[in-house]
Nanobody
Framework: QVQLVESGGGLVQAGGSMRLSCAAS????????MGWFRRAPGKEREFVAT????????VYASSVKGRATISRDMAKNTVYLQINSLKPEDTAVYYC?????????????????WGQGTQVTVSS
């Protein structure tokens, strides 16, 4: 059973940066795609970024493109999300997820395993 644990959230001032980590265990990640999603208060969960575990290819949501970097450390079984130039609208609970089957990378339903989430609050 794959387990994902996020860390690195907290309170950040607008214009600052944050780096979230997602530690994965309990399975092999070759062939998987790892994703980051977020849910702002009163809104649906939205796609942020994804990375193919094996190839390292990435895709970003337009809302963070140019400000975000998703990466993975295969030796540590960890995925990272760094976002620079943070805005108050980046405030959300951020979730890490793993996708092993087909489906659109931007859809939460395509992901089989989820972490518990970590809160990020950006103050203006």
């Amino acid at each position: 059973q794959v387990q994902l644990v996020e860390s690195g959230g907290g309170l950040v001032q607008a214009g600052g940066s944050m780096r979230l980590s997602c530690a994965a265990s309990g399975g092999t990640f070759n062939g998987a795609d790892m994703g980051w999603f977020r849910r702002a208060p009163g809104k649906e969960r939205e796609f942020v970024a994804t990375i193919a575990w094996s190839s390292g290819s990435t895709v970003y949501a337009s809302s963070v493109k140019g400000r975000a970097t998703i990466s993975r450390d295969m030796a540590k079984n960890t995925v990272y999300l760094q976002i620079n130039s943070l805005k108050p609208e980046d405030t959300a609970v951020y979730y890490c997820a793993a996708r092993y089957r087909g489906g659109w990378y931007g859809s939460p339903s395509a992901y089989s395993f989820w972490g518990q989430g970590t809160q990020v609050t950006v103050s203006s």
